[in-house]
């Protein structure tokens, strides 16, 4: 693991990693004073000037930074923890064909009665829920009352069950073991009790399940320390996180719990585009460590931490039990990398609808013989593949989602009979018995020597997505480095500026808003961008630089060091102009060259192919990608 150099602060106050609403009671003074002592930015003029402390964080535009009223602050405490409420038992989400369980609480009627996961409930007390938009309020009602409910599972005929509603203690935390080896954890926020849910699930089917389900769809996050102990129960007592403060220092996040691994199975973590801050944190561990494939779509981009200050702190600032919630940290994964705005990047990106059934796909069972089946070994952990499963019509369209989403780096087998594992190659649909496989990758790459490179980048959406050639050996010009660092980096942007070469409301436009907000390119002195113009290899590093310093905590430090802490005056750089010289040698350090630093001419013109490889050397290097061998 990369090494800190760094000062460890002591964080004393709760981190928070979560949103939420606004009120008021504090004094705008009072809170001038804690925005000017805590948030991690400094704070503008016009906020200090507002007149009400509602004025006042409005004028911040940070929707993290919440004044909360008493009964708002106990609202938001509560939406952490566990609640009660009367009815069967079970999560549903809506489907055409109706409410589909998606947990089922235990000591309820539902568990009881023997439901499970993915059963499908097709009619409540004879009400088709066929098109229905809800089945919650069919499902609730007070305590004691009946309630007739018609449910299918799987291809089975459907069957009838009488339940009586009870009180039922709604976890934020669900496990499950699905199939008899597939241990599935739902866990929708990071509370208090959240470690104490995942340990009493890992302890209760660790010895049956042969792999980890860990669901953080919708999670939008909760306490830091909570997401830290969780990731811990998997890798054990490590580093979870950083944490940078206004003033640069750093404090580690690490587990407050003594508890070692208690698995070493592999895992599955499903996100989405509402996965954000403390999950986003969980799930960034369990992926530098190693220990889990991500598998969904892109998630929120939240990396920035809250400190709550409250009565138990502050009584004379809230003597009536409200609170101030500020930004005062950003957070990085164990290698470094922000999330901020960016999110999390999926092992397997792919759409949402196939996420659970290519998690199921992914889980299936080491078989004694391995003829019809399949092995992909991706992340340093293997997975195994039903065959007659995967080439079901309820699976085989999950099963291309994952031929079309799987990159270079992974290895795929197929099953030759006994213990024999044969190479399978992904674009061979025909030898995958598939049919047809929606292909990201390009068709003019083979003889490319940064060929992973350039599939990777398809395979994420990064490089000239729906295209069918890169032409790799092409010029890279302004506008195509604009286009690539942005859909990486994904960003809203930060900063409008109008360019009159560049064509407004396009695509191209606003990924040059983004490169500009973020600091990583600038315009000529006559006002113009020149998106087609050609970028020389020191214009190219020195943008890329600038791309690692906003996203890497080590490349940040070393490109805002003084010039007199860094060789550039080295022989080596001599031939690059000065304004290049750092860039050129954060580039070189970092190993985001696609050759030797000696050999590079500065003023060549950087080829596609060659932005390609350094593009997806530094994703590796942020740990965002699995590095292909």
């Given at each position: ?364 069972r080491q078989p004694e013989n391995s003829t019809g089946n399949y092995r992909l070994d991706l992340c340093g952990m293997t997975f195994y593949i039903d065959g007659a ?241």
């Open positions: 693991m990369k090494r800190l150099a760094s000062r460890i602060l002591a964080v004393t106050l709760s981190l928070l990693l979560l949103s939420l609403p606004l009120a008021q009671a504090l004094t705008p003074q009072q809170a001038a004073e804690l925005l000017q002592t805590y948030y991690i930015d400094a704070i503008p003029p016009e906020v200090l000037e507002s007149s009400t402390v509602d004025e006042m964080i409005s004028a911040l535009g940070d929707r993290y930074t919440q004044y909360l009223s008493a009964e708002e602050y106990q609202a938001f405490l509560s939406s952490m923890n566990d609640s009660e409420v009367v009815g069967i038992g079970v999560a549903l989400h809506m489907e055409a064909e109706g409410a589909r369980i998606s947990s089922v609480y235990p000591n309820s009627p539902a568990a009881d009665c023997g439901l499970q996961k993915n059963d499908l409930i097709t009619a409540v007390d004879g009400v088709s829920l066929v098109g229905a938009q809800d089945a919650s309020s069919y499902l609730r009602g007070e305590a004691g009352t009946s309630v007739r409910i018609t449910v299918r599972r799987g291809s089975s005929e459907p069957h009838t069950y009488f339940l009586t509603r009870r009180k039922v203690d709604i976890l934020q935390t669900l496990g499950a073991l699905v199939d008899g080896h597939i241990g599935w954890i739902t866990c929708s926020t990071f509370g208090d009790k959240t470690a104490e849910h995942f340990t009493n699930i890992l302890q209760q089917y660790e010895n049956k399940a042969d792999v980890w389900v860990i669901d953080l769809r919708g999670n939008n996050g909760g306490l830091t320390q909570a997401a830290v102990n969780a990731a811990s129960l998997f890798i054990g007592n490590s580093i979870m996180a950083y944490l940078r403060d206004r003033n640069g220092q750093l404090a580690i996040q690490v587990p407050d719990i003594s508890e070692t691994a208690l698995t070493q199975k592999p895992a599955i973590v499903l996100i989405d585009g509402e996965t954000a801050s403390a999950a986003e944190l969980f799930a960034a561990a369990m992926r530098d460590y190693g220990k889990a494939v991500l598998v969904g779509s892109r998630s929120y981009g939240k990396g920035v931490a809250q400190v709550m200050l409250n009565q138990d702190q502050l009584p004379d600032y809230f003597p009536d039990g409200d609170a101030l919630k500020i930004t005062s940290y950003r957070f990085f994964a164990p290698y470094a990398s922000t999330n901020d705005k960016i999110g999390l990047l999926p092992t397997l990106l792919l759409d949402d609808k196939y996420a659970e059934q290519v998690a199921l796909l992914l889980s299936g499963t995967a080439l079901s019509s309820d699976y085989i369209d999950a099963f291309r989602e994952v031929l079309s989403a799987a990159p270079p780096a992974t290895s795929f087998y197929r099953g030759t009979g006994g213990a024999l594992w044969t190479t399978a190659s992904l674009e061979d649909t025909a030898l995958l018995d598939t049919g047809w496989v929606n292909s990201r990758s390009f068709d003019d790459v083979q003889s490319s020597p940064y060929r992973n490179a350039i599939q990777t980048l398809a395979a994420y959406g990064i490089a000239s997505p729906g295209e069918t050639q890169f032409y790799p050996q092409g010029t890279l010009t302004r506008g195509e480095l604009c286009l690539t660092l942005a859909r990486l980096f994904d960003v809203a942007p930060s900063k409008h500026v109008s360019f009159p070469d560049v064509p407004k409301n396009t695509e191209l436009a606003r990924a040059v808003d983004i490169l500009y907000g973020l600091g990583c390119i600038t315009g000529y002195g006559d006002g113009k961008f020149r998106p087609d113009a050609p970028l020389t290899n020191q214009e190219f590093l020195t943008t890329l630089a600038r791309a690692a310093a906003f996203w890497e905590l080590n490349a940040a430090a070393y490109y805002q060091m003084e010039a007199e802490a860094l060789p550039l005056d080295d022989p080596l750089l001599r031939p690059y102009a000065a304004w290049a010289r750092r860039g050129v040698w954060l580039c070189s350090y970092l190993d985001l060259l696609w050759d030797d630093v000696t050999t590079l001419s500065p003023i060549a013109k950087t080829t596609r192919e060659q932005a390609a490889e350094s593009v997806y050397r530094l994703m590796c290097f942020c740990g965002y990608v699995p590095a292909a061998s």
